[in-house]
């Protein structure tokens, strides 16, 4: 099958080079607003061609819509007027859910889209970020596929079993409550600890040389891309206040332990972090 | 030379296996309130020996006193006391520095303790936790040298030569500021994200199912040990309780973007947090 890859960074760029490997994409189209991005993707051996919009629609199976997620919303509606009807399959890899599908509830060919969330990344982005079987053993979240014509939902499905992720079936507004609590808010205080200590920074030049392997691992996604994040946190701006709110006032706990002298309590909330053991190795 | 570790856990067993390797150590003898600890260290062949603590000091040429910093504050006035004298040496590997300095600042063999801090650690514990080879790469922080006698000093830079570690000098109340933003901080917004998501998950049973990398890596600390770490955070209650407000007040600036959806703000803050590349790559 032909596949056209709209976006060709660090999702589009890794979900092409698996789709190419595991033989279910016999063919990449790239298509980018980013010229230095096409080069590179095609100097990588990511995409086999690059296409205007329109012809990367004409001519592809499966369209995959790989950008930030207030692109992928304006563009979707146009992206489905510009199906030939038929048996073409739209999907995007957005990590909001609830205001792309808003944006398309109407639409004639609505059917042909599917909307899901493969939750892998890292803090990188661009073609040069893309990475082999990135998305292995990881779960990929499909939104409100009872309004997904079968044959659609069935091809998008064939493409998570080709990535080798768990399928998980959930509605957008729940997608994009628990996207806010184990994705969006690791974001922000991972950003705002890089802002911490780099505003200590200014005073103190040696601060540096002593992070050490869990600095490094708690603010590593401070690295990542403002244009990717901004639009995530805007559309799911409510569900990531409510959590922001929440993790504030775990701080202060902490805070209030630590102001008066609490040791028992600061225990407690240590042990009862632990318990987040029994998830991760889920 | 016979070293004596006190303290068989992640730390005083990894510095065992390390220096065992080397050449450093030619016997290493554990000292451990915890005897199932010392029984898995001898398993394990981390430790060659078990020895009281009385002839485990008697017996050693270095002593490495790797135990909750509150303990070790408490014991190394006594483990001072029991040295023959001569040319023995004593350092600990706490991650609090200014109090156990205090505690053995008038004792007639100061001289002989090198108060130390090797910038690696994971979040597990024990001594099933213990690394070949964890430290290379790392800094390790030695406190107010000045004080120490030259050989002393010495015998201990060659301990963190040989654990191929960068060798950092620094007064006490330097290391304990540093030591709060690049790493105290780590933990407690670790602590706190994982309660943060725990509370949801009373109510969500799926949240966990959609976990990603990132969210484990911020999240990857909350598994260590209050055992360790709530006297750390009372040692260094000040500081910490500084770098823990200056985060909350970074955190209610994501906050205040997302309720004025102040966008071009957040894309400032977001940006800056990037500027944590520089520091990450030193």
């Given at each position: 099958?032909?596949?056209?890859?709209?976006?060709?960074?660090?999702?589009?760029?890794?979900?092409a080079?698996?789709?190419?490997?595991?033989?279910?994409?016999?063919?990449?189209?790239?298509?980018?607003?980013?010229?230095?991005?096409?080069?590179?993707?095609?100097e990588?051996?990511i995409?086999?061609?690059?296409?205007?919009?329109?012809?990367?629609?004409?001519?592809?199976?499966?369209?995959?819509?790989?950008?930030?997620?207030?692109?992928?919303?304006?563009?979707?509606?146009?992206?489905?007027?510009?199906?030939?009807?038929?048996?073409?399959?739209?999907?995007?890899v957005?990590?909001?859910?609830?205001?792309?599908?808003?944006?398309?509830?109407?639409?004639?060919?609505?059917?042909?889209?599917?909307?899901?969330?493969?939750?892998?990344?890292?803090?990188?982005?661009?073609?040069?970020?893309?990475?082999?079987?990135?998305?292995?053993?990881?779960?990929?979240?499909?939104?409100?596929?009872?309004q997904?014509?079968?044959?659609?939902?069935?091809?998008?499905?064939?493409?998570?079993?080709?990535?080798?992720?768990?399928?998980?079936?959930?509605?957008a507004?729940?997608?994009?409550?628990?996207?806010?609590?184990?994705?969006?808010i690791?974001?922000?205080?991972?950003f705002?600890?890089?802002?911490t200590?780099?505003?200590?920074?200014?005073?103190?030049?040696?601060?540096?040389?002593?992070?050490?392997?869990?600095?490094?691992?708690?603010?590593?996604?401070?690295?990542?891309?403002?244009?990717?994040?901004v639009?995530?946190?805007?559309?799911?701006?409510?569900?990531?206040?409510?959590?922001?709110?929440?993790?504030?006032?775990?701080?202060?706990?902490?805070?209030?332990?630590?102001?008066?002298?609490?040791?028992?309590?600061?225990?407690?909330l240590?042990?009862?972090?632990?318990?987040?053991r029994?998830?991760?190795?889920?």
């Open positions: 099958m032909i596949v056209t890859v709209i976006g060709t960074g660090l999702i589009g760029g890794s979900m080079l698996s789709l190419k490997e595991k033989g279910f994409a016999s063919r990449i189209i790239g298509v980018d607003n980013n010229t230095g991005h096409l080069i590179k993707a095609m990588l051996g995409i086999d061609e690059v296409a205007t919009l329109k012809t990367g629609i004409r001519d592809a199976g499966l369209i995959i819509l790989a950008i930030p997620v207030d692109a992928g919303v304006s563009m979707l509606p146009g992206i489905l007027d510009g199906l030939s009807g038929g048996r073409q399959v739209v999907m995007d957005g990590s909001t859910k609830a205001n792309i599908l808003a944006a398309v509830r109407e639409h004639p060919l609505r059917g042909r889209f599917v909307a899901t969330h493969p939750m892998w990344g890292t803090e990188f982005s661009g073609p040069e970020a893309a990475e082999h079987g990135g998305f292995a053993g990881r779960s990929a979240v499909i939104c409100d596929r009872e997904v014509d079968p044959d659609a939902l069935e091809l998008v499905e064939k493409v998570y079993d080709a990535l080798e992720m768990r399928k998980v079936y959930m509605d507004v729940s997608h994009d409550i628990h996207a806010a609590y184990v994705s969006h690791s974001h922000i205080t991972s705002a600890l890089a802002n200590v780099l505003e200590k920074e200014k005073e103190e030049d040696a601060i540096f040389t002593l992070a050490s392997g869990g600095f490094e691992s708690t603010v590593r996604l401070a690295k990542s891309n403002p244009s990717m994040w639009p995530i946190f805007r559309q799911n701006r409510e569900n990531v206040l409510d959590v922001l709110n929440e993790h504030i006032s775990q701080l202060r706990k902490f805070k209030s332990c630590l102001e008066k002298e609490n040791y028992e309590y600061l225990w407690e240590i042990e009862q972090a632990g318990e987040i029994r998830v991760l190795n889920k």
